[in-house]
């Protein structure tokens, strides 16, 4: 399955930019459109689809938590969204038991839309005191 998953990305990276050329909108709160130096866009819109890239947190607390989700969320608003739009999350922890525990915290962010989500715990996030992170993809309807 792995082998396959590389295979497509490939073929894919392969075939796309010289040929098509994907509008992106990019946007990050203090940089303005992206962090060369880090090499990353906080929120791309391209079409109707918003990601946002992992938001982290240092501890897994509720005030961690729904500081992550208020970031996501002016993060979607940007662009015309709210976390209503989110249609995939991923949740990033080095510590799952911590999560599971607030995920009452969680689902009432949500309002009980939920989206597709996949949890996955980790050793370590790209910023060593880092606990937590979380990333989500949204979908604007067509106007």
Not at 100 to 126: E, M
Not at 129 to 136: D, F, G, Q, S, T
Request: charged share 20%; proline share 2%; hydrophobic share 40%.
């Amino acid at each position: 399955m792995r082998f396959l998953s590389i295979l497509l990305f490939l073929f894919y990276a392969g075939t796309g930019s010289a040929q098509n050329n994907v509008q992106k909108e990019k946007f990050h709160f203090q940089l303005g459109q992206q962090d060369t130096v880090g090499g990353y866009a906080q929120v791309i819109k391209t079409g109707n689809v918003i990601y946002v890239s992992g938001t982290v947190a240092l501890n897994v607390t509720e005030a961690d938590l729904k500081r992550v989700y208020k970031v996501i969320e002016k993060s979607l608003e940007h662009f015309g969204a709210s976390l209503q739009n989110v249609v995939k999350e991923t949740i990033f922890t080095t510590d799952m038991e911590a999560m599971k525990q607030l995920n009452a915290i969680r689902k009432q962010i949500y309002k009980g839309d939920y989206p597709s989500s996949t949890w996955v715990q980790v050793v370590r996030l790209f910023m060593p005191e880092a606990k937590l992170e979380i990333e989500v993809v949204a979908y604007l309807p067509e106007k």
